[in-house]
C-alpha cells in the first residue's frame, strides 16, 4: 500500500513541475519544443569538455527573477 502512495506522490510531483515549467515557458513566451532545443544545445556544448548524464540534465526557467537553471550531472573531465 505504502508504494502505491509513495508512486502517486512522485508522479503528482512530476506532473507538478511539468506544469511550472509550462506556465513558465508561456509567460517568457517559450515554447515547450524551444526549451528542448535548449536542452540539446546545451548538451551538445557541455559535452566537448566533460563527459555527462544526459538523462539527468535539467532545465529551469523562473521568471522573478528571469534565469536559466540548469543542472548538468558531470560524470568526468573528457579526455584531451
Same mark, same amino acid.
Given at each position: 500500500?505504502r508504494?502505491?502512495?509513495?508512486?502517486k506522490?512522485?508522479s503528482a510531483?512530476?506532473?507538478?513541475? *511539468?506544469?511550472? +515549467? !509550462? +506556465?513558465?515557458?508561456?509567460? %517568457?513566451?517559450?515554447? &515547450?519544443?524551444?526549451?528542448k532545443? !535548449?536542452?540539446n544545445d !546545451? %548538451?551538445h556544448?557541455? /559535452? /566537448?569538455?566533460?563527459?555527462?548524464?544526459e538523462? *539527468?540534465v535539467?532545465?529551469?526557467?523562473?521568471?522573478? &527573477? &528571469?534565469? +536559466?537553471?540548469?543542472?548538468? &550531472?558531470? +560524470?568526468? /573531465?573528457?579526455?584531451a
Amino acid at each position: 500500500m505504502r508504494a502505491f502512495f509513495s508512486e502517486k506522490n512522485r508522479s503528482a510531483g512530476y506532473a507538478r513541475d *511539468r506544469m511550472k +515549467l !509550462l +506556465l513558465v515557458s508561456e509567460r %517568457i513566451d517559450c515554447s &515547450p519544443q524551444m526549451m528542448k532545443l !535548449l536542452r540539446n544545445d !546545451l %548538451i551538445h556544448a557541455v /559535452k /566537448k569538455y566533460v563527459v555527462i548524464d544526459e538523462k *539527468r540534465v535539467t532545465i529551469q526557467i523562473s521568471q522573478e &527573477p &528571469p534565469v +536559466l537553471h540548469a543542472v548538468i &550531472p558531470v +560524470l568526468k /573531465k573528457r579526455d584531451a
